[in-house]
């Protein structure tokens, strides 16, 4: 814990280090993807070792200096990185997993990088191809389907047994953490009045007051239950709370109106002989962890789907990357006969002013096709060539045979302006 909260940054801390990027040798891209369980960094290196150099100096601004944190850092590169940053936009790699958090903070850290112009073409490629994955694997999966915490878990089977929970009313002993996020669950499953009841007043009004519920008097708490749908305790009482013979009385009041009690206390706070009164349905927290293994084991059966999908799209991006290397050339050399074929048509268009619009419209489908075709071969084989031993050959005999260099140096500001603007696409 201590040393996540060393390396736990803000939004504004990381765009006031990623705006600087620039003053780090080695990196062309970087986005920080920091939660209260993780923090990494993706980024765009020109050489590993100097990379990782620089985002320790990088890492050690940001924290300013101070314990040397090497101990706990671990390393991706290329395409172990890609899978690494796939499986956690798609909550495989999260504490609970399937949760549904985590791919809202990939976004947002890749926000953060663009917002500060730290990222790169590569970093834009991997992070919407990662933020596709996520949504994907959440799509055709059923991996945050089910509930995964005791609480949760509580609420989804009230929510079941009642018919849902709109418009119902709950009472809660005690004002702990597992009463407030049972609460919260409760409030957002629909619940319209929750009342709290704990034997220090103050803590119940605090839980009240965070929860829009109301605080009532512990001693006083069975005859709100008379009302409600929903009972939850969870006080870490030694005793008993809600005792048989006063569950009695309160569906003889009730007239045996059904209500759900909800026991996810430590020891237990209802006594158990109330699950054998008629009206009343009672689930303990042994039970609600039976619901919680079930849950996660479904969720590891749709795991492995989710880590098909991963697979599937690391190799698509990968084999999009090995073109990245060709596309400003490829950009180049389109753009030069782009500019060719137009000047081409202005020619002819002023010498056959009499042409119908239809003819027109044929004449500059004619030219494109016929750039088209004669580029489709020599495209071909350079994509053709991306990871193998002729790649640099055939990038030098394109540059060379089109004259692609030379436009920087000797063509028109209006090609010049081009090809800056193609290159950096």
């Given at each position: 814990m201590e040393v996540r909260e060393r390396v736990s940054f803000s939004r504004e801390e990381l765009r006031s280090g990623l705006v600087n990027l620039g003053e780090y040798d080695g990196l062309s891209g970087l986005v920080v993807l920091s939660t209260c369980n993780r923090t990494e960094f993706y980024a765009a290196v020109e050489d590993h070792e100097r990379g990782a150099e620089a985002l320790r100096q990088f890492l050690n601004d940001l924290t300013q200096g101070g314990q040397d944190l090497d101990e706990y850092l671990y390393t991706y590169t290329d395409e172990e990185a890609v899978t690494h940053l796939f499986r956690v936009a798609a909550s495989l790699d999260s504490l609970v997993l399937g949760e549904g958090q985590i791919l809202s903070q990939v976004k947002e850290a890749y926000a953060i990088a663009r917002e500060a112009g730290a990222t790169s073409t590569g970093l834009n490629l991997l992070f919407h191809r990662a933020i596709a994955v996520g949504k994907r694997v959440r799509t055709e999966t059923r991996i945050a389907y089910r509930s995964v915490s005791v609480s949760y878990a509580a609420v989804e089977l009230a929510a079941a047994s009642l018919g849902g929970l709109g418009g119902c009313s709950a009472l809660i002993f005690g004002a702990g953490?597992?009463?407030?996020?049972?609460?919260?669950?409760?409030?957002?499953?629909?619940?319209?009045?929750?009342?709290?009841?704990?034997?220090?007043?103050?803590?119940?009004?605090?839980?009240?007051?965070?929860?829009?519920?109301?605080?009532?008097?512990?001693?006083?708490?069975?005859?709100?239950?008379?009302?409600?749908?929903?009972?939850?305790?969870?006080?870490?009482?030694?005793?008993?709370?809600?005792?048989?013979?006063?569950?009695?009385?309160?569906?003889?009041?009730?007239?045996?109106?059904?209500?759900?009690?909800?026991?996810?206390?430590?020891?237990?706070?209802?006594?158990?002989?109330?699950?054998?009164?008629?009206?009343?349905?009672?689930?303990?927290?042994?039970?609600?962890?039976?619901?919680?293994?079930?849950?996660?084991?479904?969720?590891?059966?749709?795991?492995?789907?989710?880590?098909?999908?991963?697979?599937?799209?690391?190799?698509?991006?990968?084999?999009?990357?090995?073109?990245?290397?060709?596309?400003?050339?490829?950009?180049?050399?389109?753009?030069?006969?782009?500019?060719?074929?137009?000047?081409?048509?202005?020619?002819?268009?002023?010498?056959?002013?009499?042409?119908?619009?239809?003819?027109?419209?044929?004449?500059?489908?004619?030219?494109?096709?016929?750039?088209?075709?004669?580029?489709?071969?020599?495209?071909?084989?350079?994509?053709?060539?991306?990871?193998?031993?002729?790649?640099?050959?055939?990038?030098?005999?394109?540059?060379?045979?089109?004259?692609?260099?030379?436009?920087?140096?000797?063509?028109?500001?209006?090609?010049?302006?081009?090809?800056?603007?193609?290159?950096?696409?």
């Open positions: 953490k597992m009463a407030e996020l049972t609460a919260e669950h409760l409030r957002s499953h629909g619940i319209e009045t929750i009342y709290v009841a704990n034997r220090h007043l103050e803590r119940a009004e605090r839980l009240a007051e965070h929860i829009g519920g109301e605080a009532i008097p512990f001693d006083r708490a069975m005859e709100y239950a008379v009302g409600v749908d929903v009972v939850v305790t969870s006080t870490g009482a030694p005793h008993y709370v809600v005792k048989a013979w006063e569950a009695r009385r309160l569906m003889a009041r009730r007239h045996g109106k059904k209500i759900f009690f909800i026991d996810i206390a430590v020891p237990r706070d209802v006594d158990p002989d109330v699950t054998n009164i008629n009206g009343i349905e009672l689930y303990n927290i042994d039970a609600l962890e039976a619901v919680v293994d079930e849950h996660l084991g479904e969720r590891r059966e749709e795991a492995v789907k989710a880590e098909r999908i991963v697979q599937e799209d690391v190799a698509s991006l990968l084999e999009r990357f090995k073109y990245l290397s060709f596309q400003p050339l490829m950009a180049l050399l389109s753009g030069r006969c782009e500019r060719i074929r137009e000047r081409e048509i202005k020619r002819v268009s002023a010498k056959l002013p009499d042409l119908s619009e239809e003819e027109e419209r044929q004449v500059e489908h004619m030219s494109r096709m016929i750039v088209r075709k004669i580029l489709r071969i020599p495209m071909m084989k350079l994509r053709a060539s991306a990871g193998t031993a002729d790649e640099a050959f055939y990038i030098a005999a394109m540059r060379s045979l089109f004259k692609l260099d030379a436009i920087g140096e000797t063509g028109t500001s209006e090609q010049r302006h081009n090809h800056y603007r193609y290159a950096g696409k």
